[in-house]
């Protein structure tokens, strides 16, 4: 995991960590408070692949050209929003900066809602906040203390990555956090995919079991007992054709059948399997080892 260097501080502004996501105020009514948002996902260890070309062991590059025309300058490349079918609407830079919104340099917060309200549906991508000036830590922490014991989260919009967006922000150990949110408009309706699920009233000595069952295996939340094992295996894969290393495929592994069994056998053999674990994480079940490898992707 990419460790940021140490914060410094000069002449009343706090020198971040790194560069940051957006730098901006966070007003509470008439409090303003200057802040610099990082993100809080580092993606610096993930496996990307590249596309190459089998016969020379070149990487496939990609040229932009237009029908006709063939390669062009990207200089000439501009926006457009096609209105009807080949037919667009060009928007100039300028134009769009024209369009600069209050929350492009402000978060303001509106309004304050219990988190465990928020939907997790709606929940995006985290940010790490912290004050950006010397002079602001003072606010920022009775903010942050205030949100803490009320247990509240303020939502207000920001502007990120060119679009205005929902976001909620709460106490993060010393800092803040703070949360995209989606719009309602962004999600998909259920309706359509739950469809199948008629309306069946449960065995009430199913649930107790079923009931029994999680009991048995509540435990806190600890994600650094878990790991990325496509990750792993592709880091593994990739070391030993780096070794030269002859890799044998083997036959694809059985997918489980989903057979129609009985639910109530099922939860009582789950029960006398898992009741020795005592609730916590075996070793089959998920990923026990501490990693930092991340997931592998390709593009």
């Known amino acids: 995991m990419h460790m940021p260097r140490t914060t410094k501080q000069k002449r009343g502004k706090i020198t971040p960590p790194a560069r940051p996501a957006w730098a901006g105020t966070i007003r509470m009514s008439l409090v303003s408070i200057p802040v610099h948002i990082f993100t809080a996902i580092d993606s610096d260890g993930d496996v990307h692949f590249n596309q190459i070309h089998?016969?020379?062991?070149?990487r496939v590059r990609y040229t932009k050209t237009v029908p006709g025309i063939g390669e062009i300058d990207p200089a000439d490349i501009v926006k457009g929003f096609e209105f009807e079918k080949n037919r667009y609407i060009i928007v100039e830079p300028d134009e769009l900066k024209a369009l600069r919104l209050e929350s492009s340099d402000s978060f303001n917060i509106v309004q304050f809602v219990d988190r465990q309200e928020i939907d997790p549906l709606y929940?995006?991508?985290?940010?790490?906040v912290a004050p950006a000036e010397?002079?602001?830590?003072?606010g920022f922490v009775v903010i942050r203390d205030a949100l803490r014991k009320t247990g509240k989260a303020g939502i207000g919009q920001?502007?990120?990555?060119?679009?205005?967006?929902l976001a909620c922000i709460q106490p993060c150990g010393k800092g803040m956090l703070m949360e995209t949110l989606r719009y309602k408009e962004d999600l998909r309706g259920v309706q359509a995919y739950f469809a199948p699920i008629t309306d069946i009233k449960a065995d009430k000595g199913q649930i107790e079991l079923a009931q029994r069952l999680i009991e048995q295996k509540v435990a806190e939340f600890q994600p650094d007992l878990f790991e990325d094992h496509y990750e792993t295996a592709v880091r593994e894969?990739?070391?030993?054709?780096?070794?030269?290393?002859?890799?044998?495929?083997?036959?694809?592994?059985e997918r489980p059948t989903a057979e129609v069994i009985d639910i109530m056998d099922a939860l009582r053999r789950s029960i006398a399997r898992d009741g020795k674990g005592g609730g916590r994480v075996a070793a089959n079940d998920s990923a026990p080892r501490q990693t930092k490898r991340r997931r592998a992707s390709s593009r």
């Open 123 to 128: 929940f995006n991508a985290p940010y790490y």
């Open 158 to 165: 920001i502007v990120l990555s060119g679009r205005e967006r």
């Open 237 to 253: 894969l990739i070391e030993q054709k780096r070794k030269g290393k002859r890799i044998i495929t083997g036959k694809e592994r």
């Open 54 to 58: 089998r016969p020379s062991g070149e």
């Open 134 to 138: 010397e002079g602001a830590i003072e």
